[in-house]
């Protein structure tokens, strides 16, 4: 029924356009026939001001943004020690973008208005002036160099971190997968054990090479705890696609690549609790927090749960295309003070995989002494592992 | 020169003697470039109607997550939305293929193929394209390659849906995703196919405006129109074959075991055996095409916006020099940016900054035509046709989203926009909307040399106008939820209370695309209606200068009865002093003393 309403209504509009058309149509007659459909001074006129018009609405979409928009952007606040650097540039770019978007934009549709065509006006015959694309060519070239000066300098300090001037750097290894994160630290040794996909056996899910010494203090958390202050290394692997390990509150991105690793370091600067507390997350927690509730009324309402009250917490998202649960590929991240992360580590560090490959492996024997039977699926893993250890030689 | 196009005349006057169409001749396999490019553009509007179709059904899915829609069950059938609900792998593929569809099949392939081959002969004051045969094949394959396109999206296991980049291992492996199978295969033979015909058409312009001059036309004496062919078609030839080249090994490592781009791969629960490729060399490959491809699909747009301004400015184009050279800069600077895709790839970051170099000099030559453009309109006498408000649309948002470029090609700030909503925003203003309102701009200016009527400028002011507002209602918010880190395609954003907060601003967008992309129905309304119902037109009803508008308004083959036009000036006096009219054709001899520029 709804279907057919708005098909009819629909329909109306159609016919009372094609109507409203017909009487423009007919303020035509007696004119140059031949070229009714060519504007002509009522047409420049109309289109005329509505250039004027159009001119307010892209100043007035551009304030209502800023003003009901302008806190989403992630600028200021930054979790990480080069943040203030990619915010500041952010903001000489977003400022300078704003200047010379509002001035050219006046420029071009103030023109269009002021110089619609009217019977009689002359343009003027003016092809060329070299100074004046002197002028338009030199001063973005002169901004652009100021901002390509400025971005490279920021972009070599992110990015070309030399991993052996930082010895005190805390090494982890973010491990992508459809659809999941895992975090490989490094343990007492501060080395990561080498890993192949082709190793991955039962709970040894990350690959690790069992034989290797460096390995064997290696353990696994699927939350990413991290303590305040200290340089962090992260080296991403996939074990599928091509993922991204996002975290935009660090001002942090790279993509996970199967195959190879690749690098991303930063150092946290405030800790979860910090940044719950920083008033632009308080006013966003709470905003989100009136809209959920607003949401859950609804979902009561339907005789559905509702929905849990939110607080903040640092998160890693997945941020490249990598299959249909694509949108909830996530992972709690936790900045700690250095004594919670002490105290993290001294719950979590025991667990090694090398310790739950044991555990699994005793497990699996003991279930299957009385069977005296080999599972076939296991056998076959196996084989591959002996042929892949061959290949990586 | 003019012994060649002599000769040429000779040959087709005799051929025209012999010669009768037949229905299939005419209209089907036709040689006669004006009907094929009639046909690209047919082509053209199918595509972009299913093109946009799909961006407002995934509109609707992002806006209202997860809800039942009669819409979705009637469009997408149970399998792609059981119970009206779009299912998570739908969702991806409709992305995917919008945007396939959107660039290559509509932007590319309709907007240079139907303005190419329409404006090529007609404004050098050539009989036909150089090789009639070749753009008959052109069209034909790039049909085919539609047909198996839209026939993708049929298939059992899901049309392609790794995005339109098509990054493996995820398109290369079916484990990985339902529409790497079937779906994926059709759609590399869809590009490999579609990337001949282009291939074809594109030689077949650069060929044509280099031997088939008219007598006078130098080539500082082209419309800017064929400049801007010209050149993306040499940009075309340069960078196609180097994305079938990924195409092929893509095929290669999907269906012959080779590891082009795969290596150390467990899915499913097994190992698979590819070692030593790498998908950065993909990224590499594909973005080598996909850089240039966005100057591919907009440098036409500007072409013909840059006609479109004189002629409806009643002034000449402001620095017609300096014009060609900022498209022969963007040109060849597009070709050695590619890397602005891939600074956080894992590519070494020295890359990165050499890339964040080459990419932000690109502003300036864009710099020179936007301020160009602009100087055009002062002091005219602007008569704002249809076709003339989409090309100061085209102008207006080339400079909202070309500015944002500045964020998006330094590396440093990629870092946190990258695969946000703010680069979607941001590449769908500059070269979506902008090269759509080309190409609106364009039919409605060269309707009346197409059809040899005009279409109705009410409708057509109506069009503009709605379409405007909304593109910005569209893509201007959408900046900001890039700027909150909202990334791109994602199926629902509901599992991150972190961004609820955004989704208001998703209902806005939705409902401006929804509004804008109805109103679209006018614009085809217009069109077809007009084809039969339009007012007949006069000769040149726009009072333009080039030649196309010397030839009779009833098709021919070989565009003129009789000999073809010589060229005296170059097509921009408009408005000169010490004429009568505020125009002056190309085929108007120089009067004793008059003043010429760029001879």
Same mark, same amino acid.
């Given at each position: 029924?709804?279907?057919?309403? =708005?098909?009819?209504?629909?329909?109306?509009?159609?016919?009372?356009?094609?109507?409203? *058309?017909?009487?423009?149509?007919?303020?035509?007659?007696?004119?140059?026939?031949?070229?009714?459909? =060519?504007?002509?001074?009522?047409?420049?006129?109309?289109?005329?001001?509505?250039?004027?018009?159009?001119?307010?609405?892209?100043?007035?979409?551009?304030?209502?943004?800023?003003?009901?928009?302008?806190?989403?952007?992630?600028?200021?606040?930054?979790?990480?020690?080069?943040?203030?650097?990619?915010?500041?540039?952010?903001?000489?770019?977003?400022?300078?973008?704003?200047?010379?978007?509002?001035?050219?934009?006046?420029?071009?549709?103030?023109?269009?208005?002021?110089?619609?065509?009217?019977?009689?006006?002359?343009?003027?015959?003016?092809?060329?002036?070299?100074?004046?694309?002197?002028?338009?060519?030199?001063?973005?070239?002169?901004?652009?160099?100021?901002?390509?000066?400025?971005?490279?300098?920021?972009?070599?300090?992110?990015?070309?971190?030399?991993?052996?001037?930082?010895?005190?750097?805390?090494?982890?290894?973010?491990?992508?997968?459809?659809?999941?994160?895992?975090?490989?630290?490094?343990?007492?040794?501060?080395?990561?054990?080498?890993?192949?996909?082709?190793?991955?056996?039962?709970?040894?899910?990350?690959?690790?090479?069992?034989?290797?010494?460096?390995?064997?203090?290696?353990?696994?958390?699927?939350?990413?705890?991290?303590?305040?202050? *200290?340089?962090?290394?992260?080296?991403?692997?996939?074990?599928?696609?091509?993922?991204?390990?996002?975290?935009?509150?660090?001002?942090?991105?790279?993509?996970?690549?199967?195959?190879?690793?690749?690098?991303?370091?930063?150092?946290?600067?405030?800790? *979860?609790?910090?940044?719950?507390?920083?008033?632009?997350?308080?006013?966003?927690? /709470?905003?989100?927090?009136?809209?959920?509730?607003?949401?859950?009324?609804?979902?009561?309402?339907?005789?559905?749960?509702?929905?849990?009250?939110?607080?903040?917490?640092?998160?890693?998202?997945?941020?490249?295309?990598?299959?249909?649960?694509?949108?909830?590929?996530?992972?709690?991240?936790?900045?700690?003070?250095?004594?919670?992360?002490?105290?993290?580590?001294?719950?979590? /560090?025991?667990?090694?995989?090398?310790?739950?490959?044991?555990?699994?492996?005793?497990?699996?024997?003991?279930?299957?002494?009385?069977?005296?039977?080999?599972? *076939?699926?296991?056998?076959?893993?196996?084989?591959?592992?002996?042929?892949?250890?061959?290949?990586?030689? | 020169?003019?012994?060649?196009?002599?000769?040429?005349?000779?040959?087709?006057?005799?051929?025209?003697?012999?010669?009768?169409?037949?229905?299939?001749?005419?209209?089907?396999?036709?040689?006669?470039?004006?009907?094929?490019?009639?046909?690209?553009?047919?082509?053209?509007?199918?595509?972009?109607?299913?093109?946009?179709?799909?961006?407002?059904?995934?509109?609707?899915?992002?806006?209202?997550?997860? %809800?039942?829609?009669?819409?979705?069950?009637?469009?997408?059938?149970?399998?792609?939305?059981?119970?009206?609900?779009?299912?998570?792998?739908?969702?991806?593929?409709?992305?995917?293929?919008?945007?396939?569809?959107?660039?290559? #099949?509509?932007?590319?392939?309709?907007?240079?193929?139907?303005?190419?081959?329409?404006?090529?002969?007609?404004?050098?004051?050539?009989?036909?394209?150089?090789?009639?045969?070749?753009?008959?094949?052109?069209?034909?394959?790039?049909?085919?390659?539609?047909?198996?396109?839209?026939?993708?999206?049929?298939?059992?296991?899901?049309?392609?849906?790794?995005?339109?980049?098509?990054?493996?291992?995820?398109?290369?492996?079916?484990?990985?995703?339902?529409?790497?199978?079937?779906?994926?295969?059709?759609? &590399?033979?869809?590009?490999?196919?579609?990337?001949?015909?282009?291939?074809?058409?594109?030689?077949?312009?650069?060929?044509?405006?280099?031997? &088939?001059?008219?007598?006078?036309?130098?080539?500082?004496?082209?419309?800017?129109?064929?400049?801007?062919?010209?050149?993306?078609?040499?940009?075309?030839?340069?960078?196609?074959?180097?994305?079938?080249?990924?195409?092929?090994?893509?095929?290669?490592?999907?269906?012959?075991?080779?590891?082009?781009?795969?290596?150390?791969?467990?899915?499913?629960?097994?190992?698979?055996?590819?070692?030593?490729?790498?998908?950065?060399?993909?990224?590499?490959?594909?973005?080598?095409?996909?850089?240039? %491809?966005?100057?591919?699909?907009?440098?036409?747009?500007?072409?013909?916006?840059?006609?479109?301004?004189?002629?409806?400015?009643?002034?000449?184009? #402001?620095?017609?020099?300096?014009?060609?050279?900022?498209? !022969?800069?963007?040109?060849?600077?597009?070709?050695?940016?590619?890397?602005?895709?891939?600074?956080?790839?894992?590519?070494?970051?020295?890359?990165?900054?050499?890339?964040?170099?080459?990419?932000?000099?690109?502003?300036?030559?864009?710099?020179?035509?936007?301020?160009?453009?602009?100087?055009?309109?002062?002091?005219?006498?602007?008569?704002?046709?249809?076709?003339?408000? #989409?090309?100061?649309?085209?102008?207006?948002?080339?400079?909202?989203?070309?500015?944002?470029?500045?964020? &998006?090609?330094?590396?440093?700030?990629?870092?946190?926009?990258?695969?946000?909503?703010?680069?979607?925003?941001?590449?769908?203003?500059?070269?979506?909307?902008?090269?759509?309102?080309?190409?609106?701009?364009?039919?409605?200016?060269?309707?009346?040399?197409?059809?040899?009527?005009? &279409?109705?400028?009410?409708?057509?002011?109506?069009?503009?106008?709605?379409?405007?507002?909304?593109?910005?209602?569209?893509?201007?918010?959408?900046?900001?939820?890039?700027?909150?880190?909202?990334?791109?395609?994602?199926?629902?954003?509901?599992?991150?209370?972190?961004?609820?907060?955004?989704?208001?601003?998703?209902?806005?967008?939705? +409902?401006?695309?929804?509004?804008?992309?109805?109103?679209?129905?006018?614009?085809?309304?217009?069109? #077809?209606?007009?084809?039969?119902?339009?007012?007949?037109?006069?000769?040149?009803?726009?009072?333009?200068?080039?030649?196309?508008?010397?030839?009779? !308004?009833?098709?021919?083959?070989?565009?003129?009865?009789?000999?073809?036009?010589?060229?005296?000036?170059?097509?921009?006096?408009?408005?000169?002093?010490?004429?009568?009219?505020?125009?002056?054709?190309? +085929?108007?001899?120089?009067?004793?003393?008059?003043?010429?520029?760029?001879?």
């Amino acid at each position: 029924m709804t279907t057919l309403l =708005v098909l009819i209504v629909v329909v109306l509009l159609a016919v009372a356009l094609w109507q409203l *058309t017909k009487i423009f149509d007919l303020t035509q007659v007696g004119k140059n026939v031949n070229n009714t459909q =060519v504007a002509n001074d009522n047409d420049n006129n109309i289109n005329g001001y509505l250039m004027f018009a159009f001119l307010c609405f892209i100043y007035l979409t551009t304030i209502w943004c800023l003003v009901y928009y302008g806190h989403f952007p992630l600028i200021g606040d930054s979790a990480s020690a080069h943040g203030p650097e990619i915010d500041n540039l952010m903001v000489i770019s977003m400022v300078l973008i704003f200047v010379v978007q509002t001035i050219t934009q006046a420029l071009l549709h103030y023109f269009a208005f002021k110089y619609r065509g009217r019977e009689g006006q002359t343009a003027l015959y003016f092809s060329d002036s070299n100074r004046l694309e002197f002028i338009w060519s030199i001063i973005p070239a002169i901004v652009l160099a100021v901002l390509i000066l400025y971005g490279l300098y920021a972009w070599t300090n992110i990015m070309f971190v030399d991993e052996k001037e930082h010895k005190d750097a805390i090494v982890i290894e973010l491990y992508a997968q459809q659809f999941k994160w895992e975090a490989r630290y490094s343990g007492a040794d501060d080395v990561l054990g080498k890993a192949n996909v082709r190793y991955i056996e039962g709970v040894n899910n990350l690959g690790v090479d069992l034989s290797d010494p460096n390995a064997q203090d290696d353990f696994t958390s699927s939350e990413l705890h991290i303590p305040k202050g *200290t340089r962090i290394i992260f080296k991403m692997r996939s074990q599928d696609v091509l993922h991204s390990a996002y975290m935009p509150h660090f001002r942090a991105q790279m993509n996970c690549v199967p195959g190879m690793v690749t690098n991303f370091s930063f150092i946290p600067t405030l800790t *979860t609790a910090e940044m719950r507390e920083k008033p632009a997350m308080v006013e966003k927690v /709470a905003n989100i927090n009136d809209i959920r509730a607003k949401k859950s009324q609804a979902l009561i309402a339907k005789g559905e749960p509702a929905l849990e009250p939110y607080t903040f917490d640092y998160l890693l998202l997945c941020n490249k295309i990598c299959g249909a649960s694509h949108y909830n590929m996530q992972m709690k991240v936790v900045v700690d003070t250095p004594e919670e992360y002490a105290a993290w580590l001294k719950e979590n /560090a025991p667990k090694t995989i090398v310790q739950a490959v044991k555990n699994a492996a005793a497990e699996a024997k003991a279930a299957e002494t009385p069977a005296q039977m080999k599972d *076939t699926s296991s056998t076959k893993s196996k084989d591959t592992t002996v042929v892949a250890q061959a290949e990586v030689k | 020169m003019s012994a060649e196009a002599h000769n040429h005349d000779h040959g087709h006057d005799e051929h025209e003697h012999h010669h009768k169409d037949t229905f299939i001749t005419k209209y089907i396999f036709s040689i006669d470039h004006k009907m094929i490019a009639k046909q690209y553009l047919l082509t053209g509007i199918v595509m972009g109607v299913i093109g946009v179709g799909m961006s407002m059904l995934f509109r609707m899915q992002i806006a209202w997550p997860e %809800e039942s829609f009669k819409l979705f069950s009637f469009f997408l059938g149970e399998r792609m939305a059981p119970g009206g609900v779009m299912t998570n792998e739908t969702y991806l593929s409709l992305v995917t293929i919008h945007g396939t569809i959107m660039v290559f #099949f509509v932007l590319t392939a309709a907007l240079s193929g139907t303005f190419s081959n329409l404006l090529i002969p007609l404004q050098i004051g050539a009989r036909d394209m150089a090789s009639g045969l070749l753009n008959m094949i052109s069209y034909w394959l790039f049909f085919v390659s539609s047909v198996i396109m839209v026939c993708s999206l049929f298939v059992e296991s899901g049309p392609a849906s790794a995005g339109w980049t098509i990054y493996p291992p995820l398109s290369a492996l079916p484990q990985a995703i339902g529409g790497s199978g079937t779906g994926m295969t059709l759609w &590399l033979v869809s590009m490999a196919v579609f990337i001949a015909a282009s291939l074809l058409g594109s030689l077949n312009y650069i060929v044509t405006v280099i031997n &088939l001059r008219t007598k006078g036309m130098s080539m500082t004496r082209l419309p800017l129109t064929i400049w801007a062919f010209f050149i993306t078609a040499i940009i075309g030839v340069i960078s196609f074959p180097v994305l079938l080249s990924a195409a092929l090994m893509l095929i290669m490592d999907r269906s012959f075991g080779t590891s082009f781009f795969l290596s150390d791969i467990y899915i499913a629960g097994e190992v698979l055996h590819y070692q030593g490729g790498s998908p950065v060399l993909f990224e590499h490959l594909f973005w080598f095409l996909g850089h240039p %491809e966005v100057y591919i699909v907009l440098l036409p747009a500007l072409g013909i916006t840059s006609e479109i301004i004189a002629t409806n400015s009643r002034k000449p184009i #402001f620095g017609y020099r300096a014009m060609i050279m900022s498209i !022969i800069a963007i040109a060849f600077l597009s070709t050695i940016v590619w890397g602005h895709h891939m600074f956080i790839s894992g590519m070494n970051p020295f890359l990165g900054s050499v890339f964040t170099f080459t990419t932000l000099l690109i502003a300036i030559p864009s710099a020179v035509k936007a301020f160009n453009y602009i100087t055009t309109l002062w002091k005219g006498n602007l008569q704002l046709n249809p076709a003339m408000l #989409f090309s100061i649309g085209l102008v207006s948002t080339f400079i909202t989203g070309g500015l944002t470029g500045i964020i &998006l090609g330094d590396s440093t700030l990629d870092i946190n926009v990258h695969d946000t909503y703010f680069v979607v925003a941001h590449f769908h203003l500059v070269m979506g909307i902008s090269a759509l309102y080309g190409m609106f701009a364009g039919i409605y200016h060269w309707y009346p040399k197409m059809f040899g009527r005009m &279409l109705n400028k009410n409708l057509g002011y109506i069009h503009f106008w709605v379409t405007a507002t909304c593109a910005y209602g569209v893509f201007f918010p959408m900046h900001f939820i890039g700027m909150a880190g909202l990334p791109r395609r994602y199926y629902t954003n509901t599992n991150f209370p972190l961004f609820d907060d955004l989704q208001n601003v998703n209902v806005i967008i939705t +409902t401006f695309a929804l509004v804008g992309g109805a109103f679209q129905l006018v614009f085809l309304y217009n069109f #077809f209606s007009s084809i039969f119902y339009g007012k007949r037109t006069v000769q040149n009803p726009w009072r333009s200068n080039t030649l196309e508008w010397t030839a009779p !308004i009833e098709h021919m083959h070989g565009n003129w009865p009789g000999e073809i036009p010589h060229v005296y000036r170059w097509p921009y006096d408009y408005s000169k002093p010490g004429h009568d009219e505020d125009f002056v054709p190309q +085929t108007v001899p120089m009067k004793p003393g008059e003043e010429q520029l760029h001879h």
